[in-house]
């Protein structure tokens, strides 16, 4: 066991050195604030406070994790032997920096509580963060922190004992439009032929058509074909649906449409499926509660994972909504249009309320890659030379590789054979 002592323990503290030793490096850890129990035990050993106690494996501590509330931070980012990192420390520290600050500032997402100009759907920016700003949004920092300093305590203590997670990959399919012209209602199908007719969109017109009079399969309707992949590969997969009422920014199919719910529970046999939110329901405790009853009483399976529509996770507001609708899972954490991570770190964590400062029960699954993210490459050559150096960066370190796509986006007419490219991807890196 690794004992680690402070002058303090706070719930930051605490929070951040258990997902470090024990979510990350699977280390048993335990926490002293007395001076003679530290140096009293026989085992591996840390001191993190401002001054060593005597020649031990000593971390010189930042204020932040000692802190409460927010505060404008000045952070300077540097090297640590190839890996970005911030928060230097001094000649003393047997580490250049305080990796146990920077994981929290990173983890915690406390760049999102200070001011910010949103996107124009209420996201926070990928450009204002420090990680895209500095140029390690690529990398798993955190993990790449933590397997370093595991590499220095072993050679200071052999004997360290370490039960390592390992490499994972997860493909989610996100469904929030099943269907693109099939099973509409009458309204919505006029609606479309009318925009189309105003757009001289008459090839769109003609395949419209010929889907309702089933002469042609609806080019949203991928759902066997990715089932297949999915077997085929033995890969872990998860369909995030959409169950809720028309909207402006929500256009999938009623939720009381039969043919609808046939789908969902057809894929239920296979796969994982749980709730993508609405626009609203993001916002809306209520709504989104309904939506969570709406869809587990039809797979009679309880809903725990959720998504939120556009990725759009407000901290800490959108979390508490979640974990006060009984969600027990996010798998939203990350940028649509960047590939990478926005907390840095490709480990599984739980959310850190600062507001509230204390662990909050709600699981937090970053996503690397959002299919959004790829659309600017020109062929699939551009796609896995990014992304063979990402999946190489998460090797490494034992992460957890979690794509999303889009039935829309597989279903869709783009310059990419798109559902030859997603079997290419989870054939690539699922082992």
């Known amino acids: 066991m690794l004992l680690i002592y402070s002058h303090q323990i706070t719930n930051r503290l605490a929070y951040v050195t258990k997902q470090i030793f024990g979510g990350i490096l699977g280390v048993d850890t335990a926490m002293t604030t007395k001076i003679e129990d530290f140096i009293k035990h026989s085992g591996p050993k840390i001191t993190y406070t401002k001054q060593p106690l005597q020649n031990e494996f000593f971390i010189r501590s930042n204020d932040l994790l000692f802190e409460q509330g927010i505060n404008d931070l000045d952070i300077l980012v540097s090297d640590w032997e190839g890996v970005p990192c911030f928060f230097a420390t001094d000649e003393k520290s047997a580490i250049p920096y305080d990796i146990f600050s920077a994981s929290f500032f990173l983890l915690s997402r406390y760049e999102e509580y200070l001011p910010h100009v949103k996107d124009s759907v209420g996201r926070y920016p990928a450009k204002e963060s420090l990680a895209f700003r500095s140029n390690f949004l690529e990398l798993p920092v955190v993990d790449l922190w933590a397997h370093k300093l595991f590499s220095l305590l072993k050679d200071r203590f052999p004997q360290i004992q370490s039960k390592r997670k390992k490499y994972t990959f997860t493909s989610i399919v996100n469904v929030t439009a099943s269907h693109c012209y099939a099973h ?14 105003s757009k001289l969109r008459f090839r769109r017109m003609a395949k419209r058509t010929a889907v309702l ?11 066997q074909r990715l089932v297949e992949i999915h077997k085929k590969y033995k890969v872990k997969s998860m369909f995030f649906f959409q169950f809720a009422e028309y909207s402006a920014h929500d256009k999938n199919i009623s939720p009381n449409n039969n043919r609808f719910k046939y789908l969902i529970k057809s894929i ?8 993508s939110t609405s626009f609203l ?39 508490r909504t979640l974990i006060e609708s009984e969600f027990t899972n996010d798998f939203s954490m990350g940028y649509t249009h960047q590939i990478g991570f926005r907390a840095g770190t490709c480990t599984p964590f739980h959310f850190y309320d600062i ?8 699981r937090v699954h970053p996503f690397a890659i959002h299919d959004y ?32 796509f889009s039935n829309e ?3 869709g007419k783009h310059k990419m054979p798109w559902i030859s490219l997603y079997e290419n991807l989870i054939k690539r890196y699922h082992v």
Do not use: C, W
């Open 281 to 319: 329901s993001s916002t809306d405790k209520m709504v989104l509660k309904e939506e969570k009853r709406g869809l587990g009483n039809l797979i009679h399976r309880p809903i725990k994972y959720a998504r939120l529509r556009y990725n759009r996770v407000n901290v800490p507001v959108t979390y």
């Open 355 to 362: 507001s509230l400062e204390s662990k909050q029960p709600l």
């Open 184 to 197: 509409r209602g009458l309204m919505r199908t006029l609606g479309g032929y009318l925009l189309d007719f």
């Open 373 to 404: 993210a790829l659309l600017n490459y020109k062929n699939s050559n551009e796609v896995f030379d990014k992304t063979d150096t990402l999946f190489r960066s998460l090797k490494k370190v034992n992460g957890e590789f979690v794509v999303i």
């Open 268 to 275: 239920a046999d296979y796969s994982i499926v749980s709730l």
């Open 213 to 223: 009079f089933r002469l042609s399969k609806d080019p949203y309707d991928n759902f």
């Open 409 to 411: 986006l597989l279903g």
